[in-house]
């Protein structure tokens, strides 16, 4: 399984923006680049997903450098309810790992009124 | 109102005692997934299927079993060869199960031993 690092956790204010990275130094050329977030005691919600080029949606922008070896997910105006896990997680469709997300422990993110 | 049910929210199993856990969904997709989480820990998938009547075994598929002989249900029974079962596991599903896929979690359910 491709492997992801990203920070254990990070803070923000409320209303400032957040950039969450993510370093994935061996990933592959057909390895789509996933992030979701998790709230305590809840399933998993996607947040956004990209290949090459940098990508908006109404929650969050991704961030993919030009080698693809890092990622940023940025959300513009942190709220309170944006405090969450993060998990970035590199998805490829190679034989048996066909569907699979690969969670690591992702970025506790701490948001301040 | 589209979405993937999981049920019960908490459950208990008692020592030798085998027990289920349904998922359902509506959103018409082909794979589901079924993962469990420990305390501070990542997701680890258990099971996984791509189409009605066929699943294969993930990463920590010892004590536990599956089937799926309906496109919208995934049931996982937890057996008493799983000696380790209190964790939370969740249900997930996708319109494929391609890279590319957006994969759809439930609420999940908490599992503890008494």
């Known amino acids: 399984d491709a492997k992801t690092t990203q920070p254990n956790s990070m803070e923000s204010n409320e209303e400032e923006p957040v950039h969450l990275p993510c370093n994935h130094s061996t990933i592959s050329g057909t390895d789509y680049i996933h992030w979701y977030r998790q709230l305590p005691s809840q399933g998993p919600e996607y947040v956004i997903h990209g290949l090459t080029s940098n990508v908006n949606n109404r929650m969050a922008s991704l961030a993919i450098a030009e080698d693809r070896k890092s990622s940023t997910l940025i959300l513009h105006r942190a709220t309170l309810r944006d405090a969450a896990v993060y998990y970035c997680i590199l998805r490829d469709d190679r034989g048996s790992t066909l569907g699979r997300l690969y969670f690591g422990r992702g970025t506790q993110l701490t948001v301040w009124p | 109102d589209g979405g993937i049910t999981q049920s019960p929210k908490y459950l208990f199993r008692k020592e030798g005692q085998n027990v289920t856990l349904s998922c359902e969904q509506n959103?018409?997709?082909?794979?589901m997934y079924w993962y469990r989480q420990d305390p501070g820990q990542g997701l680890r998938l258990i099971y996984y299927?791509?189409?009605?009547?066929?699943?294969q075994k993930g990463d920590i598929a010892e004590g536990y079993s599956v089937s799926r002989e309906k496109k919208e249900s995934f049931p996982l029974t937890v057996t008493s060869a799983q000696k380790n079962p209190t964790a939370f596991y969740l249900c997930a599903s996708s319109m494929t199960p391609l890279r590319s896929e957006t994969q759809y979690f439930g609420p999940g359910t908490r599992l503890l031993v008494l």
């Open positions: 959103l018409n997709h082909d794979a």
């Open positions: 299927s791509q189409i009605v009547n066929d699943f």
